[in-house]
């Protein structure tokens, strides 16, 4: 508020001076109507007139007007008309050349006058035709009032000098000027201040004195009383005060002008004007021959201009109208065809009698990793890029073929072709984009992917064997038109980036069904949140060490009512893409801690039982999180300590300032945080130390070879004497045999998760068949005797035993592991969440549909393709690790030396095949970011982290 008051007091003195010079100048024209002496009169009118030419000296300068020189030649105008006032009395009483004195001074001020005016509009934006067209038709018609009713009366004057009455007819004619010069200004001004409206006002005072004179000089008058002077006196006033107000600068401002039309404004003026001739020939009654020829001249002048003011509105129009289509047809950055554009051409070739050898292609290509040039340099270097994308692009297709631009970073080539040529065009396209982009203060790198749709089925070679791309016409007599093969293109460059990015794909018909079921799903999901479809299933995690039950983590399941049980893999990654996963997460927050407060006031687990629940990147983003997780706490009675959030390892690289805040703040509610999959990603140890975890969590791909492979074994060894010198707490996922748990044990690891401790089970299950001490060291509960719960849906069948017992222990112990060919003992490889990776031998899976997920760290909202985080939580070592409330422990010493290994060195088996690791592996746009795969269910299904834009 202060601001605005500062801002408003320094307008209100900056238009102070023009005020007190209205004030001043209103208090002497009353003086001089009031005075009766000739002295005072011309005093004040000289006093007047020279003040308002200082004014427009001081103004100017003041406000530091440009241009300034249309002010400076108003200045000198009002300089002569004051001299020519003050000697024109003196003048008229003299004979010869000296009577037309007072004249030699006021004549040169309507010259000057006239420039400064024409200098206001050639600086402001040029002639304009319209605007000329219409001040002339209106100076068209003022001009035959004054020239037949006071210009030539008063040059027909013969008791007088020819020089005096050639002049007298003059002046009514440089009305006619003024006329045309005020009416210009006024059609082209667009921002029309305090100074505009004085301005006009003071040159139509002029105008309105000069009418008085006319008026008189029709008699031989030359010599008018007070009441005629004093519109002069005003005019002076505004034109000074128009120089001392600050919008005096507007004036002179080139301000963008459209073409006007005809409004009922400029109608007001313009009709008049119309009507002169026919008026003026019905009221002169005795014409003459001169007359006439002047109303006909005026009146024919009035007619070519209207013509020429139609053409020049119908010429504006169509060149609107063609700029417009241009606009709305191209590409106002690239200058390329747009989408419209490119759909119309299209259809136009699809028109045409087809090729069978040289069907029309499509090439869908989008710029991988253009966000992040528009977030690091800003959109000004993001246009930059893509005008060079749009030169390469022209540069590189071959003559007829069309490149537009469809989006942002989408371009469009349309090109027919033979097939082998097609796919040579494609690798130029993106052979064209390896090169450095000129951004601003630096280049940039960009890969593309591209999709290729063509109009009919065609046998394409890729990789030395042929593909048979299979376009619209493929399946049968359909009609294919431009949108349907851009549709097909488009979907087809999804895939390409789905596969990796920097590179093509070719269109087939069963993209088509996958899309439709991404879209199936994602709606069926809205609906399964809406409706309270989704439940939890929990998942024990076990202190090792007398395998004593530590926690649990919720894993979610979705029971569709049609389709049945709906893998997580299936659903989370399009959660990710469509943003549902923060509800998703929001939903599983909430329904643990609940189940949790549940548990512990039906004493089903202790107070020191924590809930490990999976969050997405695109949660740690959301400043929200902390707060929810907060209320939720205090909803159900619970402490942060209760709670551990398994982040993963790609949060860390992140590097994002709301990221960092959202865990400060997780970590002050007392929250533990650990990092999911631990050494399948981002293993750093700088970012372990940056940021406050509070443990780690060892993925089941090094868990799955403890006691086979002997580098599983030192990488698990170095993992935990990392954690334990940081202070971080250490959990093993992925544990399935007792030979593992026993190697886990000896490296120090205290906590562990797996199916040798148990399955994932809905709550009631967990509830009614745990007993609450402790969990038997392979797996077996006490047996109860109650009897076997019945299925949950989403959840499975309650398990039961091979030899028919109903006292069904809580969680199966894994069979014995079989041995392979050569002997050696591996682990069984079953549907849960500790499966092997890809690779895996799937017909070892025994369980139900809803048994092929479990165990799996599908996060509800968490990110689908980066390790995933251990439910640990560790001793401090900084106050940002501090474990508010019970905490886990750290590694336990190991039972032998813990050499030091690093994780960067450990072989890649077969199964890691799929898993793009260090600089081979890119982010969603391109650039440094891991897309680690992610292998959860007994299927050995691949779901990509969700932390990709």
């Not at 493929?474 to 549709?487: C, D, F, K």
């Not at 940021?691 to 580098?711: S, Y």
Request: include cysteine; glycine fraction near 10%; hydrophobic fraction near 45%.
């Amino acid at each position: 508020m202060p601001r605005a008051v500062s801002a408003g007091s320094k307008t209100l003195a900056s238009a102070l001076p023009a005020g007190v010079f209205v004030l001043v100048g209103l208090l002497a024209a009353i003086a001089y109507l009031l005075t009766d002496g000739t002295v005072a009169n011309d005093v004040t009118f000289a006093v007047v007139g020279l003040g308002a030419a200082a004014a427009l000296i001081v103004g100017p300068r003041r406000f530091r007007a440009r241009p300034r020189w249309p002010w400076t030649l108003l200045a000198i105008a009002s300089v002569l008309f004051v001299v020519g006032a003050a000697i024109r009395p003196w003048s008229t009483e003299q004979s010869g050349a000296t009577e037309l004195a007072g004249d030699a001074f006021t004549l040169p001020g309507y010259a000057f006058m006239f420039a400064a005016l024409i200098g206001f509009l050639t600086v402001k934006h040029g002639p304009k035709r319209h605007a000329i067209i219409d001040g002339l038709l209106l100076g068209i018609g003022a001009g035959l009032i004054f020239a037949l009713l006071f210009s030539m009366p008063a040059a027909g004057i013969e008791n007088r000098s020819a020089a005096v009455s050639t002049v007298a007819g003059l002046y009514p004619l440089l009305d006619l000027v003024l006329v045309l010069l005020v009416a210009n200004v006024a059609f082209t001004t667009s921002i029309r201040g305090p100074s505009y409206l004085m301005l006009i006002g003071s040159m139509v005072l002029l105008l309105v004195g000069d009418i008085g004179y006319a008026i008189i000089g029709v008699n031989g008058t030359l010599n008018g009383n007070r009441l005629i002077d004093l519109p002069f006196v005003l005019g002076f006033v505004l034109i000074g005060a128009c120089a001392l107000h600050p919008s005096m600068r507007d004036i002179g401002r080139r301000t963008p002008l459209p073409v006007q039309a005809w409004s009922w404004r400029r109608l007001l003026l313009i009709i008049p004007a119309l009507a002169v001739p026919f008026v003026l020939t019905a009221a002169i009654p005795n014409q003459t021959t001169l007359d006439r020829i002047v109303l006909a001249v005026g009146g024919a002048l009035m007619v070519a201009l209207l013509l020429l003011r139609a053409v020049s509105a119908v010429q504006a129009y169509a060149a609107a109208q063609r700029e417009y289509e241009y606009q709305a047809t191209h590409d106002h950055l690239t200058a390329l065809p747009n989408r419209a554009l490119l759909v119309d051409h299209v259809g136009q070739l699809l028109a045409r009698p087809a090729d069978p050898d040289r069907p029309l292609w499509l090439f869908f290509l989008d710029l991988d990793g253009f966000k992040l040039v528009n977030d690091s340099w800003g959109h000004y270097a993001g246009d930059r890029v893509i005008v060079e994308v749009a030169r390469r692009l022209r540069r590189t297709v071959p003559a007829g073929a069309a490149v537009a631009r469809v989006g942002g970073d989408e371009f469009v080539i349309a090109n027919q072709s033979t097939p082998d040529e097609a796919v040579a065009l494609a690798e130029r396209i993106l052979a064209s984009l390896t090169l450095p982009l000129k951004a601003t203060a630096s280049d940039v790198v960009v890969s593309g992917s591209i999709g290729i749709a063509s109009s009919a089925a065609v046998p394409v070679s890729k990789t030395g064997m042929t593909d048979v791309v299979r376009g619209p016409q493929a399946a049968g007599p359909v009609m294919v038109t431009g949108e349907g093969l851009l549709r097909d293109a488009d979907t087809a460059m999804y895939q390409a980036k789905a596969e990796g990015r920097g590179g093509w794909v070719l269109f087939d018909s069963t993209m088509h069904d996958r899309v439709r079921d991404r879209i199936d799903i994602e709606l069926a999901l809205r609906h399964a949140l809406a409706h309270d479809q989704l439940r939890l299933a929990y998942q024990p995690i076990v202190r090792m060490s007398g395998a004593r039950l530590a926690g649990v983590e919720a894993l979610i399941r979705w029971e569709h009512p049609t389709k049945g049980t709906i893998a997580p893999t299936k659903f989370i990654p399009v959660a990710e893409e469509t943003g549902l996963i923060t509800d998703l997460g929001r939903w599983v927050m909430r329904e643990g801690l609940r189940q949790l407060a549940e548990w512990r006031q039906n004493d089903v687990v202790a107070d020191d039982f924590w809930l490990s629940i999976n969050v997405s990147p695109r949660q740690l983003r959301d400043p929200r999180l902390s707060g929810e997780l907060a209320e939720a706490l205090v909803e159900h009675g619970l402490d942060g300590s209760s709670v551990m959030l398994e982040i993963t390892e790609s949060v860390m690289v992140d590097g994002s300032q709301v990221t960092d805040q959202v865990m400060a703040d997780l970590r002050g509610l007392g929250v533990r945080l650990v990092v999911d999959d631990f050494g399948t990603g981002f293993s750093a140890l700088g970012y372990l130390r940056r940021h406050p975890v509070t443990g780690v969590k060892i993925d089941r791909a090094f868990v799955g070879g403890l006691g086979t492979n002997p580098e599983d074994e030192e990488i698990v060894r170095a993992v935990v004497a990392m954690s334990s010198a940081l202070g971080l707490s250490v959990v093993a996922e992925g544990v399935q045999t007792q030979s593992q748990r026993d190697v886990l044990q000896a490296l120090g690891v205290v906590y562990g998760q797996g199916w040798l401790w148990g399955r994932p089970q809905d709550p009631e299950t967990f509830a009614r068949l745990r007993r609450p001490a402790t969990i038997g060291r392979g797996g077996a509960l006490a047996r109860d005797a109650e009897p076997i719960p019945r299925p949950v849906p989403g959840l499975g069948a309650a398990p039961t035993e091979a030899n028919g017992d109903l006292a069904r222990r809580l969680l199966d112990p894994i069979p014995a592991e079989p041995k392979t060919a050569n002997g050696v003992r591996r682990p069984t490889p079953t549907g849960n969440g500790n499966a092997p990776r890809v690779g895996v031998d799937r017909a070892a899976a025994n369980t139900n549909a809803a048994d092929q997920h479990e165990g799996e760290d599908v996060r509800p909202g968490a990110e689908t393709a980066a390790p995933e985080a251990p439910a640990t939580d560790a001793k401090p070592v900084a106050p940002s690790r501090g474990n508010a409330g019970r905490g886990l422990e750290p590694p336990a010493p190991p039972t032998h030396p813990v050499p030091r290994v690093p994780v960067k060195n450990r072989r890649r088996s077969a199964t890691d095949a799929t898993e793009p690791t260090g600089d081979g592996a890119r982010g969603a746009d391109g650039v440094e970011l891991v897309a680690r795969i992610r292998i959860e269910s007994d299927a050995s299904v691949a779901l990509p982290r969700a932390d990709r834009e």
